[in-house]
């Protein structure tokens, strides 16, 4: 007896989503997060927080809104950074809560508790993390706006120069009723749209036009053109604005990038080179960024110490914490006083949770770049594979140079640490950074749909006895 059938060859490979593990992981994070809150209240009182209940809830919420709307609308993005962001938030939360409590820093008189208002800036960021992953269905339309993108964040890098400085710095606008907004933050995400769309397309004639001395590909002169421009702007950024945080992000961001579309290491050596000459020359004359370095060189100099102040008790902080710390709510680096919630968050990290904590919030921003990176390298388009590297650069530098002038590695910057320092502008933006990353993920790891059948399939004949 045979039975003939219609087979097809080629079918549909479904792909793990990965959903349940984000559920799961969320689950974990959010716990940790109430736990240090608990930890800071029982520390300092001896009883619960009065407000851990209304916390819990509420990073839960936020938490589980991000969850359902990756679940929907990107349901194969990486399953750990919506995680690694809720649980770095959240840690966030806590540390600033617990500084609020100070009475050191309550005698203060410019003092203001700010973390429920940061719980607020929270849940306006992860609005606006919805608000992405709903609106942009795909992360190529980008590619559209590449020179919209580079004036929107030049008028963003430049505004701040019509207000008043703040500690030295014109890094600031102020919005009446809303408050104080730092536009940098912002700027990083549509530079890093621009510079994809840029190196898209001229990436060949940065790469392959060239000469070869001493080792190195040099470019040709007219290829320098882009790089000179931003080295320019990085530098005017300095000079008008003091702000040497958004020059390193905004330059070290292009060169990496850049390196990253051509892959010539004669671009870091110009860029290291002309960074270190516009450095070097706007220290010579520029009063802020002289005082910065000062205090990076001798942050104990009894001629100085009252500009130095903050970085010293900084240092000292993170050396009375030893390995694992003197335990959440139990350190003194409040004294570092009113940046301490802001410029200064890590050293409460490094003296309440030691080395270890430290190394483990380090590790989780680390974890963030690896899965942008492992992004870039999944992504199936060049716009897609430049964004995804140039999001988890700024994010990697933004850290580096933050974490770098706490601990005294680097002059200060000024910079806040992404998702854990107070400040509503750097929150809203990183989790605008994050759903652009997700969603970019989302396409990359998405399987390919089956193709429709033909019509005419090949007959295979089964014989059965």
Do not use: C
């Not at 349901?75 to 750990?80: F, H, R, S, T, V």
């Not at 993108?149 to 400085?165: D, H, N, T």
């Amino acid at each position: 007896m045979s039975v003939v059938t219609n087979t097809t060859t080629i079918g549909a490979i479904e792909a793990p989503s990965r959903r349940n593990t984000e559920l799961m992981l969320l689950v974990f994070a959010v716990a940790i997060a109430v736990f240090a809150y608990a930890n800071v209240g029982l520390a300092i009182n001896g009883t619960l927080p009065a407000g851990m209940l209304g916390y819990g809830v509420g990073l839960t919420l936020l938490a589980g809104v991000g969850h359902l709307v990756v679940r929907k609308f990107a349901p194969y993005a990486d399953p750990l950074l919506l995680p690694l962001a809720t649980l770095l938030n959240g840690i966030g939360l806590a540390l600033i809560w617990r500084l609020d409590q100070s009475p050191r820093l309550k005698e203060r008189d410019n003092f203001a508790a700010v973390a429920s208002k940061q719980l607020m800036w929270t849940a306006v960021g992860v609005a606006l993390f919805v608000a992405v992953l709903m609106l942009l269905k795909d992360h190529r339309i980008l590619q559209r706006y590449t020179y919209i993108s580079m004036v929107v964040s030049l008028v963003l890098l430049i505004l701040p120069v019509f207000f008043p400085p703040v500690y030295g710095a014109r890094i600031w606008v102020t919005i009446p009723g809303v408050g104080s907004l730092q536009p940098g933050e912002f700027a990083k995400i549509i530079i890093a749209i621009f510079f994809s769309g840029y190196l898209m397309v001229k990436r060949d004639a940065l790469a392959l036009a060239s000469r070869r001395v001493m080792g190195l590909y040099l470019p040709r002169g007219r290829d320098l053109g882009p790089i000179l421009v931003i080295w320019a702007l990085s530098i005017l950024i300095l000079v008008f604005e003091t702000d040497l945080g958004t020059s390193l992000l905004f330059f070290g961001l292009f060169v990496v990038m850049l390196y990253v579309a051509t892959e010539r290491t004669s671009w870091i050596v110009f860029g290291l080179l002309m960074s270190a000459v516009g450095a070097v020359s706007v220290a010579s004359f520029e009063p802020h960024v002289q005082q910065r370095v000062q205090a990076w060189l001798d942050p104990f100099s009894k001629t100085t110490l009252a500009q130095t102040e903050q970085i010293a008790q900084s240092l000292m902080a993170f050396g009375s914490g030893g390995t694992l710390g003197t335990g959440l709510g139990q350190g003194n680096s409040d004294l570092i006083g009113f940046a301490a919630n802001s410029d200064f968050i890590l050293a409460t990290v490094g003296e309440e949770l030691g080395l270890a904590g430290m190394m483990a919030i380090l590790l989780m921003y680390g974890l963030i770049v690896e899965r942008g990176v492992r992004t870039a390298l999944a992504a199936r388009d060049p716009f897609g594979k430049l964004l995804a590297i140039g999001l988890s650069s700024a994010l990697a530098i933004q850290v580096f140079v933050v974490a770098g002038g706490v601990m005294g590695l680097i002059p200060l910057t000024g910079m806040t640490m992404p998702f854990i320092a107070q400040g509503g502008s750097s929150v809203v933006a990183n989790w605008a950074l994050i759903a652009i990353l997700i969603r970019i993920s989302d396409t990359a790891r998405r399987p390919a749909p089956a193709p429709a059948p033909s019509p005419d399939a090949e007959m295979t004949q089964v014989v059965r006895p």
